[in-house]
């Protein structure tokens, strides 16, 4: 066997690997012996006619095509192993140059190759703040409000807690010539008039708007001027100010119930108020604090990867969109939407979706993962027999009470599944032990790189694609094509 090897673009390499004409000839008789074993040859029993009595009776042309493609399967490996490459998956058949000799064009994907640069100096202050308590009570405002009642407000003017029934029309103050001004339509808008220590996010038409309306009656009429941002989303009104004509129909207050042990009882089921409470508040500072460490972890990263090489396969990249594909389309479930329904709304096509917003958050995924392995590498870092089987008890239970233990075992078999979450596992404690290392490093901290030790589990134990959980962020919720944080 000849090997020729060239470099091809995005991490690939051509291998031609030309085989003398004994190996075809070995490879034309073992293909005579299938054929005959799967078709009936009159006058002999499966499997038992000669060479020559079976070439007249499929033809030359089928032996050599069946021939080919045995050897292609055989010798694939001997080629990969003889070019000295490292793939990073299959490669493919890209040409049958000939036949005789069997010279054949292999397209091979190679491992990724990363070189970090000087990581260690990498320096960031971790200084999280306080947990601020009045997320306590904003958390609990949202579900009073969600178990409101409204009543007439009689004829006073709005206040807060209010819900205003108005119309509203926008045109722009300063239009140029010849240009349309109207940029909202008469529209019909209910309005929450929030406390001002309640954040009104995404407020519309625009923000702040709510609280402008306090003091204002039914069938009270108002203007409102406003100047919108050059990134705003109403493309009409980029950097430009518009006037809004509002005019108020009817005021509602909405009663908020008591917070007492009834309310806890019937919004959480739990036993009193102050439980709910504490268990709420620890809840959110947990969620305060883990949103800062992926923020901080997600910065230190990506200051990594500001001075790293980073080469990767496309079909490395490929892999990365489907799973972000199948977490929005899991998102997308869990909001009652299908994939295409959200693409309708959307008013675009999958193409589209993907090249713009799916492909942008993968490569970020993939290439953080991949930086992730390599400081795992370079710094030593491996799990032990203990920590990993304490880690899949833990996740075997946590399926086990989410009941979806069961579904998983009936469709991918009790073997594979238990394969999956020793990797995940793995991948996960891995992932962690990095993080608090460059953690360490960013911070200061002396610390020396760990030497080897036996009886571990090695980083490559796990897949690349899940390294990239931990460190994809709520920060990056802005990136992901799908309202809320995607799962990974």
């Known amino acids: 066997?000849?090997?020729?090897?060239?470099?091809?673009?995005?991490h690939q390499v051509q291998i031609v690997a030309e085989f003398d004409a004994e190996t075809l000839e070995k490879f034309k008789h073992r293909a005579a012996r299938k054929i005959a074993t799967e078709a009936k040859i009159p006058g002999f029993r499966p499997g038992k006619a000669p060479y020559d009595v079976i070439r007249r009776f499929a033809g030359e042309k089928t032996i050599v095509n069946e021939a080919m493609e045995l050897l292609v399967d055989e010798v694939y490996p001997d080629v990969i192993k003889e070019a000295n490459v490292k793939p990073y998956g299959p490669g493919e058949l890209e040409n049958i140059i000939s036949v005789e000799p069997p010279k054949l064009s292999f397209v091979v994907p190679l491992e990724p190759e990363i070189t970090l640069g000087d990581y260690r100096s990498v320096r960031l202050d971790y200084s999280p703040q306080p947990f601020d308590e009045k997320e306590v009570d904003r958390f609990f405002y949202q579900i009073q409000t969600n178990y409101a009642t409204v009543e007439p407000a009689d004829d006073r003017p709005v206040q807060e807690n209010d819900v205003v029934f108005l119309t509203y029309n926008g045109a722009l103050t300063h239009p140029a010539?010849?240009?349309?001004?109207?940029?909202?339509?008469?529209?019909?808008?209910?309005?929450?008039?929030?406390?001002?220590?309640?954040?009104?996010?995404?407020?519309?038409?625009?923000?702040?708007?709510?609280?402008?309306?306090?003091?204002?009656?039914?069938?009270?009429?108002?203007?409102?001027?406003?100047?919108?941002?050059?990134?705003?989303?109403?493309?009409?009104?980029?950097?430009?100010?518009?006037?809004?004509?509002?005019?108020?129909?009817?005021?509602?207050?909405?009663?908020?119930?008591?917070?007492?042990?009834?309310?806890?009882?019937?919004?959480?089921?739990?036993p009193?108020?102050?439980?709910?409470?504490?268990?709420?508040?620890?809840?959110?500072?947990a969620n305060s604090h883990e949103e800062y460490d992926q923020k901080y972890f997600t910065e230190i990263i990506d200051h990594i990867h500001e001075q790293s090489t980073l080469k990767y396969p496309p079909q490395a990249l490929k892999e990365e969109i489907e799973e972000v594909l199948r977490s929005i389309e899991?998102?997308?479930?869990?909001?009652?939407?299908?994939?295409?329904?959200?693409?309708?709304?959307?008013?675009?096509?999958?193409?589209?979706?993907i090249e713009t917003e799916v492909k942008p958050t993968a490569v970020k995924r993939l290439e953080r993962s991949l930086i992730i392995d390599e400081v795992s590498k370079a710094e030593n870092i491996k799990v032990d027999q203990q920590q990993l089987e304490s880690g899949f008890n833990t996740t075997l239970s946590e399926l086990n009470a989410s009941g979806e233990l069961p579904k998983l075992r009936r469709r991918i078999g009790d073997e594979k599944l238990a394969n999956v979450i020793a990797m995940q596992t793995a991948s996960r404690l891995i992932n962690s032990q990095v993080l608090t290392r460059l953690k360490d490093i960013a911070t200061g901290k002396s610390i020396e790189i760990a030497p080897e030790a036996p009886a571990?589990?090695?980083?490559?134990?796990?897949?690349?694609?899940?390294?990239?959980?931990?460190?994809?962020?709520k920060e990056n919720a802005d990136e992901s094509p799908v309202v809320g944080e995607l799962k990974e």
Do not use: C
């Open 177 to 270: 010539e010849g240009e349309d001004p109207i940029v909202i339509n008469e529209t019909p808008f209910q309005q929450l008039i929030k406390p001002e220590d309640q954040p009104q996010e995404n407020e519309l038409p625009f923000p702040g708007f709510g609280r402008l309306l306090i003091g204002a009656k039914a069938e009270e009429e108002r203007d409102f001027v406003y100047t919108y941002p050059e990134d705003a989303t109403l493309e009409k009104a980029k950097g430009k100010e518009v006037n809004f004509h509002t005019k108020v129909q009817s005021v509602k207050t909405l009663v908020l119930p008591e917070l007492n042990d009834e309310f806890a009882q019937t919004a959480g089921n739990y």
């Open 330 to 353: 899991q998102d997308l479930s869990n909001q009652k939407l299908d994939l295409d329904t959200y693409l309708k709304i959307r008013k675009t096509d999958k193409d589209a979706f």
């Open 456 to 473: 571990t589990i090695e980083q490559s134990t796990a897949e690349p694609e899940n390294s990239a959980v931990i460190v994809e962020t």
């Open 1 to 10: 066997m000849k090997i020729e090897t060239t470099p091809r673009d995005e």
């Open 272 to 285: 009193s108020f102050e439980t709910m409470k504490e268990t709420i508040r620890t809840r959110l500072e």
